[in-house]
């Protein structure tokens, strides 16, 4: 007697009717059971309920961007990391396509649906399944602002902060640098393994995502080395691609009050 073939399940996650209503029967023609959502909150909840096989995610989403959806949907939902596709027009956001690269997310054209669809869901389900992506949080192992205040001189009020987060044989160096009468932070770092003779990481994917979600994106250069600027929020993390499937997370301290990055005076 043959077994019953379990039918696949598919997350569709897209603002617009049109899109869903497509993709569903699309899906159904290829045999999955198809699942909609038209928010993000409403396909978190179908997430727990229904736990769908793969995803598939249209980033226009209202009241915020596409490259902010995908490191959203990234991030809330790990279990779905590399069984999930994500719509793309013909002119795609650079910010987006700078995070699907980083992510390694396929992308399927809207444009070509029909024709890209099947092949891309059936790859991606029926393929043999890779190692999942694991994530490492970084322990802050170093904080200037700690030491100084250790040694008494918390008035200093230092325009610079130095960090060094390490998880394993990898190190993060950074340093935050306020710019005068402004809310923005310059960030400089650099990422190397203390394993390997050749210290450097070069094209080393770092994703920094904040309170409100993704802030922006910036590769390592030869000597495993960035820069990038942004202004204070809460919750500020830097996502690091080490290597295929394995990121490092590094959460920065809070930026406020006496560690002298955007600082008030009090009289």
């Not at 650079?94 to 980083?102: N, S």
């Not at 950074?174 to 393994?193: A, C, H, K, N, P």
Request: hydrophobic letters at 40%; proline letters at 6%.
């Amino acid at each position: 007697m043959e077994s019953e073939q379990i039918q696949r399940k598919v997350l569709m996650i897209s603002a617009n009717p049109l899109v869903r209503n497509t993709v569903r029967v699309l899906l159904r023609s290829m045999g999955y059971q198809c699942l909609t959502a038209s928010s993000l909150k409403e396909a978190l909840s179908l997430l727990e309920q229904q736990k769908p096989d793969a995803a598939i995610l249209d980033p226009q989403l209202p009241d915020s961007t596409p490259a902010r959806v995908v490191a959203a949907f990234h991030k809330r939902v790990p279990d779905l990391r590399g069984r999930s596709l994500v719509l793309v027009g013909e002119e795609a956001d650079p910010d987006l396509l700078h995070v699907l690269d980083a992510y390694s997310i396929p992308r399927v054209q809207q444009e070509a649906l029909f024709r890209e669809l099947w092949p891309s869901l059936d790859s991606l389900l029926l393929r043999v399944v890779s190692p999942p992506q694991v994530t490492r949080a970084a322990p802050l192992v170093f904080d200037s602002v700690t030491q100084l205040s250790l040694a008494g001189a918390r008035s200093a009020l230092p325009l610079s902060r130095q960090l060094r987060y390490e998880s394993g044989t990898l190190v993060a160096d950074l340093l935050l640098e306020e710019q005068r009468d402004s809310q923005r932070i310059t960030l400089t770092g650099q990422v190397f393994d203390t394993a390997k003779r050749e210290l450097q990481l070069r094209d080393v994917p770092i994703v920094i995502q904040g309170q409100r979600g993704f802030i922006g994106m910036v590769k390592t250069n030869e000597w495993g080395e960035f820069q990038f600027e942004f202004e204070v929020e809460p919750n500020i993390t830097l996502e690091i691609g080490t290597r295929k499937n394995f990121w490092v997370s590094v959460g920065l301290p809070h930026l406020n009050g006496v560690t002298g990055l955007n600082r008030t005076t009090n009289a």
